[in-house]
């Protein structure tokens, strides 16, 4: 039996416009070790913005370039990586987490914090004169 394209998306909030990363803007990006969530870190880097990183499992072969571009990569996840100076404008984070962790501690104090999250390579954070982002 094959599902429809209506069927599989039933339930499921409406893809939103990708939004562009202004230069010289702080994004933190959690599971930044993983292929996806690295190849983010680095395209934000590339634009212009200032990038974090954190993986729980810390370095990985995707990682390699971060030195290169400047992008620090902490192992493991902890709250102040959202509040400590410099605060990121945005958090990236991948939709897994988001589904399979929902009170994990980045994206509880990003939540506490107001800060603006970006989920899926889909969408890039707003910038804080924006407001927060809706999922």
Do not use: N, W
């Amino acid at each position: 039996m094959l599902r429809s394209p209506a069927d599989i998306s039933a339930g499921l909030a409406p893809a939103r416009r990708p939004r562009p990363i202004e230069p010289g803007e702080c994004i933190h990006v959690v599971g930044a070790a993983g292929a996806g969530a690295s190849a983010a870190a680095l395209l934000a880097a590339a634009a212009g913005a200032q990038v974090t990183g954190c993986d729980r499992g810390g370095a990985s072969p995707y990682t390699e370039p971060f030195a290169s571009v400047g992008i620090p990569l902490a192992v493991g996840h902890d709250a102040a990586h959202v509040t400590a100076a410099p605060r990121p404008t945005r958090l990236a984070v991948t939709k897994a987490l988001t589904s399979v962790e929902p009170d994990h501690p980045e994206l509880a104090a990003a939540r506490a914090a107001g800060s603006p999250s970006s989920r899926g390579s889909r969408s890039s954070p707003t910038p804080p004169s924006a407001g927060p982002s809706s999922p």
